[in-house]
């Protein structure tokens, strides 16, 4: 991802503490669970393993980091939005920012190993 002036360090800091919070959030009724079970940490939960991590951790990162990017795209838009051109770009920023909630509620999903589900109400 590239990374404009108008993100700080700051910002993004900001961005990935909310991302990260939202993330424990959503696992928390599982992280019980798996707590129950005697798992001491994501990192112990049996799961297969891509490059000797857990598929789980990689899918907790892949939330967060789709969570991050999100926030930062929604609050700071790098594109001047006036006029046709400009509000095509925010139009696609804006399904740029749907699809990567998307991802990070698909890899939570994944995590407590349940059907990836999304609809939307006509």
Do not use: C
């Amino acid at each position: 991802m590239r990374i404009t002036g108008a993100v700080t360090t700051t910002r993004l800091k900001q961005a990935a503490i909310e991302a990260t919070g939202h993330v424990i959030d959503q696992l928390a009724g599982w992280q019980e669970n798996q707590l129950k079970a005697g798992f001491a940490s994501l990192e112990t939960v049996p799961a297969r393993q891509i490059n000797d991590v857990s598929v789980k951790i990689h899918r907790y990162r892949r939330a967060v980091f789709s969570i991050t990017r999100a926030l930062l795209i929604e609050n700071y838009r790098d594109v001047d939005t006036t006029g046709d051109a400009g509000e095509k770009r925010a139009a696609g920023l804006t399904l740029q920012a749907a699809d990567l909630w998307r991802d990070a509620r698909w890899a939570i999903a994944d995590i407590r190993d349940e059907v990836r589900n999304f609809a939307e109400a006509f």
